[in-house]
């Protein structure tokens, strides 16, 4: 369990949200929900919230200090430990670090530094299951006797079982006194409605531009960032920047990553590629073996979705996300969009196809394929 997920800086632009919920737990009277939805894109910082905010309730001297948790008193040692008694989260055996994660907002995971990258790449894409033996367990803890807050925090909830789902419910009809339930959702459209109507939405999606500006340019700063192929260091003017958030939808953090990326030096490459494939000109083998070399297959689905994204765009005669792009080469001879639609609907499968351990190369060389007749 990684301590820094609880004692990490607040994000710029959670300032005003962390200041509201830290004086209303204060206040004598205050109550705060007992249930609570940190959700949104990948990217905007949920998870680096709710691990500090988790941290803050527990402190025993958060009396004294509304800034975040101590670090030092003994619940924050139990943190930092990973054992603390009154925290409980599902799923168990996640091995996830999301987009949100980076060195210095990293989510509460182990993992294990002897598997090999693809393995690991593997495991950053597969999000385990919250079963309904998973909800019963919160259940026992619910209802366990303390005279502290507990708190219960369920990941990447819209995992969730429809079985395990119904069980929540229960438990969400009935709230106990000193309990509070913390759902974190990439995709909260797949939770429940009845789910979303018994817990309290948290504002966290709308972020100030000037914020995520600054933040992305400081952390890209502080990196250093080359670029893979010169190793030359890499400038970002708020031009770039606001391309960045522009197609990571918003998501700071998500922008981050996305620059410091190699798929993200390749995009024109991706893009002749696509265009010698139509063209006949190179091979769906050739061309996979070729980008095999270069990237996962997840990297370069996540490549080839911002690539679909800008030419559905152009198809609707509207102008590309990516304006360091030139796109003239491929303007006379446009997909129809029901085959960009085809294209996207496959990648969606390809990536439940690569939960389920189907091999690399044989996702990589159908794709190829689909991008020729694309």
């Given at each position: 369990?990684?301590?820094?997920?609880?004692?990490?800086?607040?994000?710029?632009?959670?300032?005003?949200?962390?200041?509201?919920?830290?004086?209303?737990?204060?206040?004598?009277?205050?109550?705060?929900?007992?249930?609570?939805?940190?959700?949104?894109?990948?990217?905007?910082?949920?998870?680096?919230?709710?691990?500090?905010?988790?941290?803050?309730?527990?402190?025993?001297?958060?009396?004294?200090?509304?800034?975040?948790?101590?670090?030092?008193?003994?619940?924050?040692?139990?943190?930092?430990?990973?054992?603390?008694?009154?925290?409980?989260?599902?799923?168990?055996?996640?091995?996830?670090?999301?987009?949100?994660?980076?060195?210095?907002?990293?989510?509460?995971?182990?993992?294990?530094?002897?598997?090999?990258?693809?393995?690991?790449?593997?495991?950053?894409?597969?999000?385990?299951?919250?079963?309904?033996?998973?909800?019963?367990?919160?259940?026992?803890?619910v209802h366990q006797g303390s005279?502290?807050?507990?708190?219960?925090?369920?990941?990447?909830?819209?995992?969730?079982?429809?079985?395990?789902?119904?069980?929540?419910l229960k438990t969400l009809e009935?709230?106990?006194?000193?309990?509070?339930?913390?759902?974190?959702?990439?995709?909260?459209?797949?939770?429940?409605?009845?789910?979303?109507?018994?817990?309290?939405?948290?504002?966290?999606?709308?972020?100030?531009?000037?914020?995520?500006?600054?933040?992305?340019?400081?952390?890209?700063?502080?990196?250093?960032?080359?670029?893979?192929?010169?190793?030359?260091?890499?400038?970002?003017?708020?031009?770039?920047?606001?391309?960045?958030?522009?197609?990571?939808?918003?998501?700071?953090?998500?922008?981050?990553?996305?620059?410091?990326?190699?798929?993200?030096?390749?995009?024109?490459?991706?893009?002749?590629?696509?265009?010698?494939?139509?063209?006949?000109?190179?091979?769906?083998?050739?061309?996979?073996?070729?980008?095999?070399?270069?990237?996962?297959?997840?990297?370069?689905?996540?490549?080839?979705?911002?690539?679909?994204?800008?030419?559905?765009?152009?198809?609707?005669?509207?102008?590309?996300?990516?304006?360091?792009?030139?796109?003239?080469?491929?303007?006379?001879?446009?997909?129809?969009?029901?085959?960009?639609?085809?294209?996207?609907?496959?990648?969606?499968?390809?990536?439940?196809?690569?939960?389920?351990?189907?091999?690399?190369?044989?996702?990589?060389?159908?794709?190829?394929?689909?991008?020729?007749?694309?």
């Amino acid at each position: 369990m990684n301590e820094k997920a609880y004692f990490a800086p607040l994000l710029p632009w959670q300032q005003s949200l962390w200041q509201r919920m830290t004086n209303a737990a204060l206040q004598q009277d205050g109550k705060l929900a007992h249930a609570l939805l940190a959700s949104g894109v990948e990217g905007i910082g949920k998870r680096a919230f709710v691990w500090r905010w988790v941290a803050w309730q527990l402190c025993d001297n958060k009396q004294n200090n509304s800034d975040g948790a101590c670090g030092e008193c003994e619940s924050c040692q139990w943190l930092k430990a990973g054992t603390h008694p009154d925290l409980a989260v599902l799923p168990i055996s996640s091995l996830l670090k999301s987009a949100e994660s980076d060195k210095a907002v990293e989510t509460v995971r182990k993992t294990n530094s002897k598997k090999s990258s693809k393995k690991n790449e593997a495991e950053k894409q597969v999000k385990p299951r919250i079963k309904i033996d998973d909800v019963r367990s919160i259940q026992d803890f619910v209802h366990q006797g303390s005279s502290n807050l507990r708190i219960c925090v369920f990941d990447y909830a819209e995992t969730m079982t429809i079985a395990a789902a119904n069980a929540l419910l229960k438990t969400l009809e009935e709230p106990k006194s000193g309990v509070q339930l913390i759902l974190i959702s990439d995709k909260p459209d797949m939770l429940l409605p009845t789910i979303k109507s018994r817990v309290q939405q948290l504002a966290l999606t709308e972020i100030n531009q000037s914020h995520a500006i600054d933040y992305v340019k400081q952390r890209l700063t502080q990196s250093g960032h080359k670029d893979a192929e010169s190793m030359t260091k890499v400038s970002y003017d708020d031009e770039k920047i606001k391309q960045l958030l522009i197609i990571s939808a918003n998501a700071p953090l998500k922008a981050v990553s996305m620059a410091q990326s190699k798929w993200y030096g390749m995009r024109e490459l991706w893009l002749t590629t696509w265009q010698a494939l139509r063209s006949h000109s190179r091979t769906p083998v050739i061309a996979s073996d070729y980008w095999q070399s270069q990237l996962s297959i997840n990297e370069f689905i996540e490549l080839s979705q911002v690539m679909l994204a800008d030419v559905q765009r152009l198809v609707f005669d509207l102008p590309a996300y990516q304006q360091d792009i030139d796109y003239s080469s491929i303007l006379q001879s446009l997909p129809e969009m029901q085959r960009c639609i085809d294209l996207c609907e496959y990648i969606q499968t390809a990536i439940q196809s690569l939960t389920q351990n189907i091999q690399e190369k044989l996702i990589y060389d159908d794709m190829m394929q689909r991008l020729r007749n694309l």
